[in-house]
């Protein structure tokens, strides 16, 4: 069975520092690429990027370059979501979710993981 | 913002049908992107619901249906249940951003 675990809630400060997790299991991890949703309070899905878990091969979003980082463990099947100098802006629920093999579109989707910024 | 455009809300009485568009451009939808929908309850993860334009994932009802049209899609719903009530997503993909794209949602209110 295809899961997705996702990291606990998180609280941060501005400007802190947080990376957020995204394990998987029942497939080949390295096979099938992660990619990361936001959709912050009330409003909705806006895609983020994707990493190829194989070659870390990654593709940001304009509107997220520069602001996250993608990176992936192949020995622990985890994907990874970082950001430096958190910003009240990212307060907001975050999902990982793995590219169908045969489409554009996700097939398996973490729960989500919330993180809440404050000053 | 969002390069696929969807009504904010649509409604219907339980039994009716209801049809949730999904408009984008000749960079995505009409550039031969497939599209997919997702229907998402609060606070937990979207789910597929069409793949591929018109496909049904296994243990979704036949009462949804996807089409699509030049740059737009389209996901209608069929006998409407309360259950429905839920956010709706389309989804493609965009040649001009390389980026994957979701339309704004929608929310469906079953009167």
């Known amino acids: 069975e295809v899961q997705l675990v996702q990291s606990a809630a998180q609280v941060k400060k501005t400007g802190e520092s947080l990376e957020i997790s995204c394990q998987v299991s029942?497939?080949?991890?390295?096979?099938?690429?992660i990619g990361w949703v936001r959709q912050m309070p009330g409003k909705g899905l806006e895609w983020m990027g994707i990493?190829?878990?194989?070659?870390?091969?990654?593709r940001y979003s304009p509107s997220f370059q520069g602001r996250v980082t993608f990176s992936v463990d192949t020995s622990m099947r985890v994907a990874y979501l970082h950001w430096r100098g958190l910003k009240a802006s990212d307060t907001a629920l975050y999902f990982c979710a793995r590219r169908s093999p045969f489409s554009n579109l996700f097939d398996y989707w973490g729960p989500g993981t919330v993180v809440t910024v404050s000053s | 913002q969002s390069g696929l455009t969807q009504p904010p809300s649509v409604s219907g009485a339980p039994g009716q049908r209801v049809t949730i568009s999904c408009t984008g451009s000749?960079?995505?939808?009409?550039?031969?992107?497939?599209v997919a929908w997702y229907r998402q309850l609060p606070g937990t993860a979207p789910q597929v619901l069409i793949a591929?334009?018109?496909n049904r994932p296994s243990g979704v009802p036949d009462r949804f249906s996807g089409s699509k049209s030049g740059s737009s899609a389209f996901l209608a719903i069929a006998g409407l249940q309360t259950e429905d009530e839920a956010d709706y997503y389309c989804?493609?993909?965009?040649?001009?951003?390389?980026?994957?794209?979701f339309g704004g949602g929608t929310r469906l209110t079953v009167l």
């Open positions: 990493i190829h878990p194989g070659d870390s091969e990654t």
């Open positions: 000749s960079s995505n939808i009409g550039a031969d992107y497939d």
């Open positions: 591929d334009n018109n």
């Open positions: 989804q493609s993909y965009d040649i001009s951003l390389n980026s994957w794209l």
């Open positions: 029942g497939y080949s991890f390295p096979d099938y690429w």
